[in-house]
């Protein structure tokens, strides 16, 4: 089945109770991403990039509005169906690293096999790992491990399930210069070996320009949506 | 599924060790039920196997009067072998040890008595010497060593001597216990009568053993002989009624048991659910990681229930290889209490019931922090700061703190199969779990509110990490209240009886008590302790009766009567009523009028009567009793009713005649004396054995000693059981202050950062585990103090007494065992270097 659209929005609208009345953080939010394409969000702090990309990725529900993830539309999804949906298509990497600090490398880029009761992979793992330069590192905890590499780790998890689509939030935000570079290159080769499509938060316009589109959002709103 | 296992295995993995010490608190809780478990499956076995030891007979007969010719005649009828024994109290004096006297239960025995079973005496001969009928005596163990009497010694007997050939150690049938109050002096049937002892009034129980071939229906033998001889008013024993006494008595301690054991593993249990929740707050991050990976809810749920559950059997099968273990031990506890040998085994049943129930409420109590797993949201992946809105209630909840309820009714009620105790059980834990946390949480709160401003910096911030956030003070209070509370209880309990009965020795009351005295025997006795300056202070005739009517009908009637729910002992009984012209000091009339003397020509006797008895036979003023006063009747109508105050060592009675009209019947008196001191009692007791041998005494002290006796046995079994929950207390302490010691870590470091010394820290730490100390005691204290107030008020009918040494006493323990656990659990704390805690940051 092709699908001409990989990721859907339609007037997403997130809004938070709060104690000066209702706050929304995101106002009538639409795109259309198709697959193989690579999106850069980017926007002051607040701006409620995190926001969207949470909902994108059916972290959330919307106040209103609409996500079809790969054709499917996770709007009317139960909690555990996106859960679903998430182990199928989609790859995280995230800001603060997020790996499992019980499990070592290798079991940390496992978990989303094993979720499926996919067994017995672990030379593609591995191989995982040594594509992004972390081959011998494979027995290691997350703490034994330099933020870097544990990113790269993150990034081989993201990869394992060969998803459709990869979120991004910040991924070099915890990283400093040099390393944040190579993490970059990195998150583009794969991202381009493995075909997905790519949905990046950042607020490194250099960064974003490497992205084939960057929308742009302030107080919640898209102010532009423009192609490199 | 496989999924679940894996990842909760791995994730386990860094947690392990943590996780099985979580998992202590409920071992001990479990080893306290499979160790009374397996040990009470112990008992009943031995009570099948050697049921016809524990009667030494097939069938006893026993009389409170010697029986008729008839009587005898039928029973020499029956067939098989027969033995008799005749038992009563009586003074035995130990020439040889300067003529000291004790009072002592003596048993003429004739007959190849016991007939299963071993009359086991040390040396072993002097059974057989006592069976040829030679003069010889087998006197209790205790006897021997108390009276340095050895083997060839001799002692008295009313008139006659006898030789001690050796000490009893078991005779099937009786316990050692029975033996407390008056140890037991066996002597030959044929030599009986020369001692001079049996005279008239005395207590005397005359019983005959037999030995039927095994084809006799002793059960159909019985019901015929309780028909035939219904007015004698004989007692039928058999080695079936014995098995069923034996094993209702011991289902029921059990059952207690278990109860006190499952207030540990209950108390255990809070302790894992507490850990757990600490454990689950570090694990957020994970399980959101997780959902963001695509594990359902309900999956990361079941990886972290999988490990709970992991936990839940690995204490549950620790508990029970420590029950077992436990179990070994029992036997030399309860050594002398029990009328048989018991033998070691495991009982699987008692195992799989202790596992079975810690793993259940284990579980339940897990389940509890693991449910609001099922809701952490994968968007806290994203966002660093965890700001969940505001936790909509779980019905889960609800649904977990029912079971939890009816689980622990289950328990109460499959321990005793009364569905009142299961009830009461749930709300006496409840009441008791909850008064003690509102107190926890109350006294932590005052703690706070009132602790001086102005007190040292290290002060203040030992009672400010009371109160940290994501603090544990009240569970610990509860951990070390509850223990304190069981403990407490149960000493003030013991307190309290004692100096009753202690008290009662006061002043110038009665302390010394004399009885079988017969009619002719009382003026000389009153010259003789005048004489040795011991006056007689409270004197009372007796005389012997018995019910023949109540209101009009016929004892046998009453008896018949299948809705009657008068007890049937209070008819049969003998009667030992007294006449007097007025109200005792140690009694009160609390309804009619008592009448102190006859006026001539009244047909009716105006009797008095106890409000207990009253009760129990449902006798009101004006109502009719006939007694049968050694075989001439007796009308009467209940003038007055009144309360006594039995504790008292004085002469006291059920029924109380006036004066006027029992004079002339055969009787005996009873007479009380005060002595000053151990050295007089035992002087005036010679005296008075030496000059009228039938005439026994019994002294405060010995009651009281004998009470303490079997109190502090009682003590000691419950106190040993409640240790459990103690030892649990200690236990959740540790794991509470391990689980949050990653907490502390970060609180000391940062400290450290700010200059604080390892002494300044040191001394925060000692100051927060001695105030905690301090609180839960005063907590602990103060709900025993309730307790034992109550017990006493209710139970004991008395007040309750106030001991300062012993809440001195728990204070201190409390706070030492606080603060030892307390510094060794955070050991390292304080050195701890703060570049890896910062590393560690997760
Ligand atoms: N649970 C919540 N309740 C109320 N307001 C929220 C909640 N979560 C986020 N917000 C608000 O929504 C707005 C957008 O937040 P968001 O995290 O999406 O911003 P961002 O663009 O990712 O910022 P940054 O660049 O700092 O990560 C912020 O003003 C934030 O305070
Ligand atoms: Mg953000």
């Known amino acids: ?21 209702a706050l929304t953080v995101l106002r009538e939010v639409s795109f259309d991403l198709e697959p193989g394409a690579s999106l850069a969000i980017v926007g002051p702090s607040g701006s409620g990039k995190t926001t969207l990309l949470g909902l994108c990725a059916g972290l959330d529900r919307p106040t209103s509005g609409q996500v079809a993830l790969a054709g499917e539309t996770i709007g009317d999804m139960d909690e555990d169906e996106r859960a679903r949906v998430r182990n199928d298509h989609v790859g995280f990497v995230f800001q603060n690293f997020q790996l499992i600090p019980t499990l070592t490398a290798l079991e940390n880029v496992l978990v989303p096999l094993e979720l499926r009761g996919e067994a017995g992979r672990e030379a593609e793992a591995q191989a995982l790992l040594t594509r992004v330069g972390l081959g011998a590192r494979s027995d290691h905890y997350p703490i034994q491990l330099s933020g870097g590499e544990q990113q790269r780790v993150a990034l081989a998890r993201a990869f394992i399930n060969t998803p459709k689509i990869l979120f991004c939030d910040e991924p070099t935000g915890n990283l400093d210069g040099d390393t944040a570079h190579a993490m970059t290159d990195l998150i583009f080769e794969v991202n381009r070996e493995r075909g997905a499509t790519l949905v990046l938060v950042t607020h490194d316009l250099e960064l974003a320009r490497k992205c084939q589109r960057i929308l742009r959002l302030r107080s919640g709103a898209v102010i532009s949506d423009e192609r490199t | 599924m496989r999924f679940i296992l894996k990842m909760a295995w791995r994730d386990s993995r860094a947690s392990r060790r943590r996780l099985a010490l979580f998992s202590l608190s409920i071992v001990l809780g479990v080893a306290a039920l499979v160790a009374i478990g397996s040990f009470s499956a112990n008992l009943q076995h031995a009570i099948e196997g050697q049921a016809k030891g524990l009667l030494g007979a097939d069938l006893a007969v026993q009389s409170r009067s010697a029986l008729t010719p008839e009587a005898k005649a039928f029973l020499e009828s029956l067939g098989g072998e027969r033995a008799n024994e005749v038992s009563f109290s009586s003074m035995v004096v130990f020439t040889g040890s300067g003529g000291q006297t004790r009072l002592i239960s003596l048993r003429a025995m004739e007959g190849g008595y016991p007939f299963y079973g071993e009359f086991l005496t040390d040396p072993k001969d002097a059974a057989g010497r006592l069976a040829r009928g030679e003069a010889v005596a087998v006197i209790e163990e205790t006897l021997m060593s108390q009276y340095q009497v050895k083997p060839g010694d001799s002692i008295k007997l009313g008139s006659s001597q006898f030789t001690v050939v050796g000490a009893l150690k078991t005779i099937p049938g009786e316990s050692a216990a029975v033996a407390l109050l008056s140890p037991r002096v066996f002597i030959p049937m044929s030599r009986l009568a020369e001692t001079g002892l049996l005279g008239p009034g005395s207590l005397v129980r005359y019983k005959t053993y037999f030995k039927f071939p095994p084809e006799r229906d002793v059960e159909a033998l019985v019901r015929d002989l309780r028909g035939r001889f219904r007015e004698l008013r004989l007692g039928f024993d058999t080695v079936e009624e014995r098995k069923r006494e034996l094993g209702q008595g011991i289902r029921n301690v059990y059952a207690f048991l278990s109860l006190v054991g499952f207030v540990a593993l209950f108390l255990g249990a809070i302790g894992v659910a507490s850990a757990i929740h ?22 990361s749920f079941a990886v972290y229930l999988v490990q709970g559950l992991g936990l839940g059997l690995f204490g549950a099968l620790l508990g029970a290889a420590v029950g077992v273990a436990v179990q070994l031990a029992l036997p030399s506890l309860v050594k002398g209490v029990l009328p048989f040998d018991v033998d070691f085994f495991v009982s699987w049943a008692a195992v799989a019931r202790g596992v079975g129930a810690g793993l259940v409420i284990c579980v339940l109590f897990t389940l509890l922090p693991l449910l609001p797993i099922r809701r952490v949201s994968p968007l806290v992946a994203i966002r660093s700061s965890f700001a969940e809105a505001a936790d909509r209630p779980d019905p889960l909840r609800w649904v977990v703190y029912a079971a939890i309820v009816v689980a622990v009714a289950a328990f109460a009620w499959w321990q005793t199969p009364r569905w009142q105790i299961g009830v009461g059980f749930v709300v006496a834990l409840g009441v008791s779990f909850g008064v003690l946390a509102g107190m926890a949480r109350a006294v932590a709160w005052m703690a706070r509110r009132f602790f001086p401003r102005r007190a040292p910096y290290v002060w203040r911030q030992g009672v400010a990490n009371l109160h940290r956030p994501n603090n544990r003070t009240v569970l610990l209070l509860l951990a070390l209240g509850l223990g304190t509370f069981l403990i407490v209880t149960l000493a003030l309990t013991r307190a309290t009886l004692l100096a009753q009965i202690q008290g009662t020795s006061d002043g110038n009351r009665p302390n010394l008590l004399f009885f079988d005295i017969q009619d002719d025997q009382i003026g000389p006795l009153r010259e003789l302790l005048a004489k040795e300056g011991a006056p007689i202070q409270a004197q009372a005739p007796i005389v012997t009766m018995r019910i023949s009517r109540l209101k009009g009908r016929t004892v046998e009637q009453v008896l018949k009567d299948e809705t009657s729910k008068i007890p049937s002992w209070t008819l049969r009984r003998e009667y030992r009523s007294t006449y007097r012209g007025t109200v005792a000091a140690t009694e009160k009339v609390v309804e009619g009028t008592f009448v102190g003397s006859l006026t001539p020509g009244t047909e009716v006797t ?16 004006g109502d009719t009793v006939e007694f049968d006063v050694q075989g001439v009747p007796m009308q009467t109508r209940v003038a007055s009713i009144r309360e006594v105050e039995w504790r008292r060592l004085e002469p006291n009675f059920f029924i109380v005649f006036p004066e006027g009209v029992l004079e002339s019947a055969p009787k005996f008196f009873v007479a009380a004396t005060r002595v000053a001191t151990p050295a007089d009692s035992a002087r005036v007791q010679q005296a008075v054995v030496g000059a009228i041998p039938n005439v026994s005494a019994i002294d405060l002290t010995l009651i009281l000693q004998t009470l303490d006796g079997i109190f502090s046995k009682v003590q000691f079994v419950v106190q040993f059981m409640a240790l459990f929950t103690v030892a649990t207390g200690v236990i959740v302490l540790a794991g509470a202050i391990l689980s949050g010691r990653y907490q502390r870590l970060r609180e000391t470091v940062l400290l450290r950062t700010l200059g604080a010394t390892r002494r300044q820290l040191l001394q925060i730490q000692m100051v927060e585990y001695a105030i905690l100390g301090v609180l839960a005691s005063v907590v602990g204290c103060g709900l025993a103090l309730a307790a034992s107030e109550a017990m006493a008020r209710f139970v004991f009918e008395t007040k309750g007494g106030f001991a300062p040494a012993i809440l001195a006493g728990a ?32």
């Open chain 2, 278 to 299: 600490v454990y689950v707050r570090q694990k957020i991050g994970t399980v959101a990681v997780l959902r963001c990976l695509g594990a359902s809810a309900w999956r």
């Open chain 2, 811 to 842: 204070v201190i323990s409390v706070v030492s065992v606080t603060l030892v656990t307390g510094l060794l659990s955070n050991r390292g704390v304080a050195t701890h270097p703060p570049l890896e805690v910062l590393r560690q940051e997760t």
């Open chain 1, 1 to 21: 089945m092709s699908v001409q659209s990989m990721l859907k929005v339609e007037r997403l609208t997130k809004t938070y109770p709060s104690a000066g009345g």
């Open chain 2, 606 to 621: 105006p009797i008095s009567i106890e409000r207990e008895l009253a009760k129990d036979m449902q006798l009101a003023l």
